[in-house]
């Protein structure tokens, strides 16, 4: 399938859920509930170049301006950092590289 591809590609392993076991899948559901609660049940789309413009800021506001709870009260993207600086084996790009802004 073409997602597994781009996930090998990418050095992404691709992990599923098992079989018959909802609960299993809460992670998931849980992260994608505000998502779909903050683009999609609230505004109207004209076309689906204007619901990825808007998933885009909002996804940007998710990882770097949300801070989480669960993360130590970081955001995702500071989290990563962390991570980066403390086991850089764990990550694959340099997340310095990938914050929004100027240096896009």
């Known amino acids: ?9 990418n050095g992404i392993e691709h992990r599923l859920t098992t079989p018959n076991h909802p609960w299993t899948n809460g ?28 998933l885009a800021v909002f996804m940007a506001e998710c990882n770097f301006a949300r801070w989480l709870k669960t993360l130590g009260g970081l955001t995702p993207h500071k989290y990563i950092c962390k991570i980066w600086t403390s086991e850089p084996d764990r990550v694959i790009l340099n997340p310095i590289n990938q914050m929004p802004g100027l240096n896009t």
């Open 1 to 9: 399938m073409r997602f597994d591809m781009i996930c090998e590609a």
């Open 27 to 54: 992670q998931v559901e849980w992260t994608r509930r505000p998502i779909k609660d903050a683009a999609v049940k609230r505004f109207h789309y004209d076309d689906h170049d204007q619901f990825r413009t808007h």
